[in-house]
């Protein structure tokens, strides 16, 4: 509990004493750059190779002749849109963009340049953390939609070469039954998990105190413990915006 309490408190060091938005801007793009750019092809292969492994597993249980072949495609538009994309790209990018956190922020905490910030009257944290933090917000939702179509394109490739859907059942398939707040409810997820693994895994690096050792213990503390917090909050949304 007194772990949990830090957290919220180290939150609210994030959004006091701020430097101009000006001072932000640059900061902001260059963690865009690191977090989106950065990420794009781990991000793409999973999630190809996920919605392929989705579609061949699926047509191989589904054995009942009475049940059509488009329902292939929509359990693979489903489950992309609704799980696989959201969460387990959320969870790939937290063994890559949490622990460069974790590790930069730890790095910089022992080297004693955190300390440097603090001496110059610089609320480091909000210098160094927000920025990383607002990155993520608006970068994690830009990687899943792209996560989405490429899982969904995965499936129709293995599909398709696999001989288990025609191309026309396919799409018959993702455009039966259609909900459209299933994009909604994918970002909002995204959204929640880019905030949580952003501020753990600084949070993390931030209050590191030792020497190299210990930054490779926050590290790995910021992937499991953002990877526990991805599958709770995955489960409250669901129970929030679905049910």
Sequence with gaps: MSRIGSYFIFLGTLFRNREKLSVYMGLILNECTSIGVGSIFIVALVNIFIGAVTCVQTAYNLTNPFVPKYIIALIVRDSSILELAPTLSCIVLAGKVGSNIASELGTMRITEQVDALEVMGINSSSYLILPKVIASVLMFPL???????????????????????????????????????????????????????????????????????????????AVTNSCIAIVAADFVLTQLLLT
Aim: overall charge negative; charged content about 10%; cysteine-free.
């Design 143 to 221: 990687l899943v939609i792209m996560a989405a179509f490429l899982a969904i394109l995965g499936g129709y490739i293995a599909g398709t070469l696999a001989g288990v859907i025609s191309s026309e059942d396919y799409i018959s398939g993702l455009r039966f039954d259609y909900k459209p707040f299933g994009i909604a409810f994918a970002l909002i997820k995204t959204t929640v998990f880019a905030f949580l693994i952003s501020t753990i895994s600084a949070y993390q690096g931030y209050n590191v105190s030792g020497g190299a050792l210990e930054v490779g213990a926050a590290s790995t503390s």
